[in-house]
Structure formats: C-alpha cells, structure tokens
C-alpha cells in the first residue's frame, strides 16, 4: 500500500553541541518519506530550486521514493538554519529563507491520487486541505502542523483537521491548540476537533496516543549520543504511518486495534531515535530494516514489566 | 518481611494553583512511609517536636506503621513551605525551620535491628551511614539524597552510597552527581560509585530503573488533575522499597530479576501518582490496596505494545 508526502525539502544548517553542517539536506517531507521507506512505497509532492543537487536527488530515489511529485523551479530551494542548545531541548532558528517554497501549490500527480495513504507535512493548513480534496479516497489521512499555523490561521486550521483521521503534533503544540495545560484534558479536547486519533510527540521523554477509550504512552529510547534531534518528530510520522501503510491497516472501516496503533507508534519512535544518531539524514544512508526491527525489540525488552 | 524507614516527619505549607494549606503533615520518612504500609509492615525512624498533634500520630499509627523510633522532643517540628509553579513542575521554597530536626541523631531501636529492608530518607549522609551502622545486616538497603549534599558534601555522600544496594534520586540530581547531562552514561558512572541498582526519578515524565547490563523505563501515570506533587517522589520509594519488600526479595543473593524489580517502578509509580491526586497526605485515608493493583494494571495496559 502506497503513501503520499507532502511538505517542504529544504536545506538546512545545523548547529548542535557535537559539531556544526552549514548546508545539508533537510525538510519535514525528506525525513518523513525516508522513515517511511523502510515500511512501504512512499511518493513525494514538494517543491525545490534549480539549486537542489543532482546527489540529494539520487539518494532520496534510491530509497525507492517516487519523484515524480517533486516539483522543481527557478530559484533557491528552502533553506533553514537553527542553533541548538546545550541540552538540545531548545533550538533558536537563525535563518528562514522561504525561497520557491513561498509560492508552493501542492499538485498531487494523477498517479499519486488513488493511493490509500496520506501524510501531510506541516505547511499551510488551506494547503493541506487542497492536497485532501484533490486524492480520490484514501483510508487514512492525517499530519503535523505547528504553532504559527494554531495561533494565526486558527479557524483555517480547525476546518483542516476537521476532515483528519489522525493529528500528529507535539506536547507544546497540543496544549495551544486546545487551551489546556493538562495533556489527557488536552487530548480530549482535541480528539473532539476531527481526528479519531491523536498522537502527542513529547521529543526525548517519548509519545502518546490518544483515541475516544484508550490511550498509550511510551517513552523515549535512551541514546548516549544525541547528534542532532533535526528532523527526529518527522521521521516519527514517517515511521508511524508508514508501518499503518505496510499493514495495510484501515481506521476509518474500524480494521485496526489499539496494538497495531501501538506497535505504529513504536516504530515512529524508533525512526525517530535512529534520525538523532547522526547529522540529519545520514543515518539513512546505512540503517536498514534489521536495525530498525532490533530496535523494535528492545523498546519491548525495556517496556515490559 | 519489615521495612525501616528512617527520615523526616514534618509540618508543611504548600501553595499550588488548586489551593494553599498553611499547615498540614508532611515529611519525606512520613510520605514513604505510607506508601509502603500498603506492601509491608513499616517502622519508622525520624524526630518531632512537643507540637506534633495527636491526630496525626494516630493517623500514621492507624496504617500500622510502627512509631517506637519516632522520638519526640520539646521544641517545634521541622516546618517547610513552598509554592509551585502554573505547571507544577516548579517549586518555590518560601521557609525551613528546621526546628528539632537539626539536631536529629536517628537511635534505631534494637526490635528494628534486625529488620531485613532499609529505606534512608533525604538526610545528611553522615547520619545515614550511622543508621546503616546500627543495623545488623539488611539484605536491601538504600536511599535518597538531594543536590545539597552533592554540591557540599560530596565525599561523605559518596562513602555512604558506596555502602548501598540501590539509589533513588531525580534526573537533575543523577546529572549533578555524575557530572553528566545524557543520562544514560550518567547511569553508568553512577552505577560505578557503589549501588547496583539505580532509580532515576523524572516527575511527569515517569522513572528508569538501571542496573549493569539491563534498563527499564517507565512513563509517568497521566492524571487529569495534579493537585499537589509535594511527597510523590518520596511515595514512589515507599512503593519501590514496600513492594519488594513485600515479595521478600534478597538483591544481594541474586534472588531478584529484572521483572521484579520492574513491577517495584511500576508500584512506586503508582504510589506517586496517587500522592498527587489530593493536598498533602490526604489520598492515604481513604486510598485502598485494591485501587492500588488497579493502576497497576492500568500501567500494563497503557504501555504494553
């Protein structure tokens, strides 16, 4: 079962405790579609610049992503830059150049539109919902979006998500959006917003998964080298659907049970946690599936009581 | 199997957002305590002052917490306040009087000589080692400490840990103490310094348990209302210690395993939890072991994958 990613690709620098990359590649819809790779065929809609190197491009196709949704322009691709904290809980941006992303108007490619999966990076929420209303049916559709969109584009933002089986958003972002300061109250709120399913991203103390009559938390895996966290919450969500997609589950006809969105929250932390052992993607360039399922195991091994 | 408990037992006023109490019982010795009379028979160690109500003396004695070691002396008991923060996760100390308690020289009667289990409260590791001293061989002994006596007292702490079996302290503490922000190789080093075991605390967010080639991490319980987090992490080592204590297990013949252990987070979570539900002592008049098992169930059912 296929899934589509829409978002931005971008170049990003990085700075972080261990060392600094001025120019790399990056962007919510990179890390998520590489993290969904190893579960299921991912195809890509974003938009780069006549900038954006032939290698990026090659590296991101071989991991069997389709670019066929990858839209490229005259100008400079997106370009971030941030400066993390000693303890790298905190980043300050530096730098944010829109760049040809300023002027992105997702196109989803005809072949793209049937399939059964959806993730939407965290871009304008108008634009999501154009992205949902031009796939034909697919069983489950969700994303990410971020405070600038919760506190300035509100209303827009709630008709989005409204049409969402699943919210995937972090502990700071959930209580903004619901006004509560308290995460189960929050959450309650919030699956009383649209989605069915929500899941609050806590960064290195884990994640929760929230439906109407259950939920489920784990927490983080404890790496000794945290390199670089860039990228760590989108390749959460590539892992998490991207499991969902390889099982071909389907919420909306009631086809999955809490296990499955657990085990699917598991791997999404998984992703994330392999995503913090190197400068931004390069871990993607070794890891294969044993690592990931390795990881898998020890998450139970040092959940299990 | 009976547990001695030696630390303080105190007056406390405490300010949070659903409230403020000017006075009320408190004290981590009086918290553990409690927590552990729900798995074993507990004896407790500590000081008060010719104020100490009857009241609240009948109200520990009515847990069946043996009171032979608690000495009373004329003068007033120790007395804290604080205030926390909106989110509770921050606590302003508004008074110590340390009262009686500065001059406290814990005497372990001779019927609690020979008890098997030892919990020392947060007090100056000298005094600690004269309790351990005085005891004729417990099988599991071990304790709490605080970020004073790792910044001032740093050799005498460590000669005292050095003679524990487990160590029970939060994720800022375990980082002073070891000099070290990740907190897995803070682990290790600790794990160096004496304890076999090692309890690391992090509030909301749950607690780790590391010995030398296994971990276990727990998230925290996600209660709808914190009323007041004063005592949780002293509940959470009642419950540690009263659990295994209860089972009778004997760390140092290796009559333990990582399950059991396991369930003793799991327990002292659960006991910490509850702590918060209500101001002060006030959850344990009314809490029942039954509710207990049953949050203990609950963890398994929100974290089991």
Chains 1, 2 share one sequence.
């Not at 657990?262 to 995503?275: L, N, P």
Request: aromatic share 12%; hydrophobic share 40%.
């Amino acid at each position: 079962m296929s899934l589509v990613v829409v978002g931005s690709v971008a170049y990003d620098g990085v700075e972080t405790p261990h060392g600094r990359v001025d120019r790399m590649l990056g962007g919510a819809a990179t890390y998520i579609s590489l993290a969904a790779s190893y579960f299921t065929k991912t195809r890509l809609v974003a938009i780069v610049g006549d900038d954006f190197a032939d290698e990026d491009t090659e590296f991101i196709a071989r991991r069997g992503i389709d670019l066929e949704g990858l839209e490229r322009v005259p100008g400079k691709t997106f370009f971030w830059a941030g400066k993390y904290s000693e303890d790298m809980n905190d980043r300050d941006t530096l730098t944010t150049e829109l760049n040809v992303f300023a002027d992105f108007d997702p196109k989803i490619p005809e072949s793209y539109r049937g399939e059964k999966y959806l993730l939407l990076g965290n871009i304008q929420p108008a634009l999501q919902r154009s992205v949902l209303a031009q796939m034909k049916k697919p069983r489950l559709a969700g994303g990410d979006t971020m405070n600038y969109w919760i506190n300035d584009f509100r209303e827009e933002l709630l008709a989005t998500i409204r049409q969402w089986d699943f919210l995937l958003i972090n502990d700071s972002e959930a209580r903004l959006l619901a006004g509560e300061t308290n995460l189960r109250r929050a959450a309650s709120k919030i699956l009383g917003m649209g989605p069915h399913t929500l899941v609050i991203k806590r960064g290195e103390y884990g994640a929760m998964l929230f439906r109407n009559n259950s939920y489920f938390v784990v927490p983080g895996y404890l790496l000794e080298d945290v390199f670089d966290p860039t990228g760590a919450g989108d390749c959460f969500a590539g892992g998490f659907i991207g499991y969902l997609a390889e099982q071909g589950f389907d919420l909306e006809a009631g086809h999955i049970g809490r296990g499955d969105l657990s085990r699917a929250v598991i791997y999404g932390s998984v992703m994330g946690s392999f995503c913090c052992e190197k400068f931004g993607v390069e871990r993607f360039r070794t890891l294969t599936r044993a690592e990931i399922d390795a990881r898998f195991n020890e998450f139970r091994a040092f959940t299990s009581f």
